[in-house]
Structure formats: structure tokens, C-alpha cells
């Protein structure tokens, strides 16, 4: 079966932009999660989803946004980006939310603000 | 607040030699404790978990990490270190009825030949 999947791998923008990263969960998860990794530090959850429906949300401001889909693919966006918004963009999918399944990771976004 | 704490940032070893790196979490109630391992430039996988029963577990590519209630710790453990195994690891807590995993600052471990 194939794991998680994100789109695009690597990205460049430029400050002031808006970007729009993408998540494929494996077959038959319905949660999704969102975390920012800045260099050199753990990752940083910025938003879960399940069934669509937000169910939690990190310390992060309101330029960035998330939505999931009937498919429960996810997809997360930020907008007038800033430099400190630099990082490893990850994803996380699992069975159903409730934090006693395990959660698997996609390869990653790599974000680049210039 | 829950929290984790990894004290150590970076930690040598010579390959065969043992391997113990620390995890000490914060949170009220029984945990869901994960350690993870991230090679660089890669996304993260799961060594192992803990959600109840044996306090000892055991995960993949021969790692086990011991759950301390009294010590509020979660300790990773290979009695063998292997070059492969250099990479980032992180330990990280789970809330009851959510997702949202908080990560330590991670360990880097660097094995020497």
C-alpha cells in the first residue's frame, strides 16, 4: 500500500505569496495532520482534521488554513508568506484521530521564502 | 501544559557500542508516548509506541524504550548501534482523544566507525 504522499517536494515563493501544499493519507485513514518543521527544531502541529471536520488547531496565525476533502485528502494553505515561514511542511494521516493509532508521515514539503 | 524534554541535543557513540537517549514528558494523565526517527531531509518514522500495559517495548531495527511512570520518562534504548542508525530522533506525546503529537527538540545521533 502506499504511504502518505505530499505535493509538491520542494517549493519557492516569495515573501508576500500565498502557497498551497497537499496530502494524500494512506487508504482508509480519515485524519490528517498538519506540523511545520523549522530547521533544527521538532515538529510543530499546526492543524488535525478528521472526517473533514477540524478538530484541532495549533498556535499559528490565521494566514494559515487547512480543509479536507470527501476523499480525505487535505490540503494546507498560507498566505502573505513571511521568511519564518521557511520549513519542512509535514503530514500525518491515521485511522481515525483519537491519538491511540499510530500516525504516519509523508516525505514532506520543503518550503522556501524569499 | 504537556511537554517533552529530550536533554540531550547531540550524542556520539562508535558503532557496536550501547545506545540510551532520554525522554522526560509532562501531562497529567497516562500518555501515549511515540519515539520517532528522522533521517535528513525525510519525513518521520515510527520506531515505537506506548499506549498501556508492558512498560517495556519493543520496536523496529532492534530499539526498545522503557515507560517510567515514577520518572515521568520514556527512555529509547539498542544495546548495539549500527552506522545506519545515525539520524534525528524524537520523542513525542499524544493528548487522550486527539491527533495533535508534541514533539521534543529531538536528539541527533552521530556514530562514529
Known amino acids: 500500500d502506499a504511504g502518505v504522499t505530499q505535493s509538491p517536494t520542494h517549493l519557492i515563493k516569495t515573501r508576500g505569496q500565498q502557497v498551497t501544499l497537499r496530502c494524500s493519507p494512506i487508504?482508509?485513514?480519515?485524519?490528517v495532520s498538519w506540523y511545520q518543521q523549522v530547521l533544527g527544531q521538532g515538529p510543530q502541529f499546526i492543524f488535525q482534521y478528521y472526517e473533514k471536520e477540524e478538530r484541532g488547531r495549533g498556535n499559528f496565525p490565521d494566514r494559515f488554513s487547512a480543509r479536507q476533502f470527501p476523499n480525505y485528502s487535505s490540503e494546507l494553505n498560507v498566505n502573505a508568506l513571511l521568511l519564518g515561514d521557511s520549513a519542512l511542511y509535514l503530514c500525518?494521516?491515521?485511522?481515525?484521530?483519537?491519538?491511540?493509532?499510530?500516525?504516519?508521515f509523508g516525505p514532506g514539503t520543503r518550503l522556501t521564502v524569499t | 501544559a504537556q511537554s517533552v524534554t529530550q536533554p540531550d541535543i547531540h550524542i556520539t557513540v562508535s558503532e557496536g557500542a550501547s545506545l540510551e537517549l532520554r525522554c522526560n514528558y509532562s501531562y497529567g494523565a497516562t500518555p501515549y508516548l511515540f519515539w520517532y526517527v528522522q533521517s535528513p531531509g525525510q519525513g518521520l518514522q515510527l520506531l515505537l509506541k506506548?499506549?498501556?500495559?508492558?512498560?517495556l517495548v519493543q520496536g523496529i531495527k532492534g530499539f526498545e524504550a522503557e515507560f517510567k511512570r515514577s520518572q515521568s520518562s520514556f527512555n529509547l534504548r539498542k544495546p548495539s548501534v549500527h552506522w545506519s542508525d545515525a539520524a534525528e530522533y524524537f520523542c513525542?506525546?499524544?493528548?487522550?482523544?486527539?491527533?495533535?503529537?508534541?514533539f521534543g527538540t529531538g536528539t541527533r545521533l552521530q556514530v562514529f566507525p
Open positions: 506506548y499506549f498501556s500495559g508492558d512498560t
Open positions: 513525542a506525546v499524544v493528548g487522550y482523544n486527539t491527533d495533535k503529537l508534541i
Open positions: 487508504s482508509g485513514h480519515k485524519s
Open positions: 500525518a494521516s491515521s485511522l481515525a484521530g483519537t491519538g491511540n493509532y499510530e500516525q504516519y
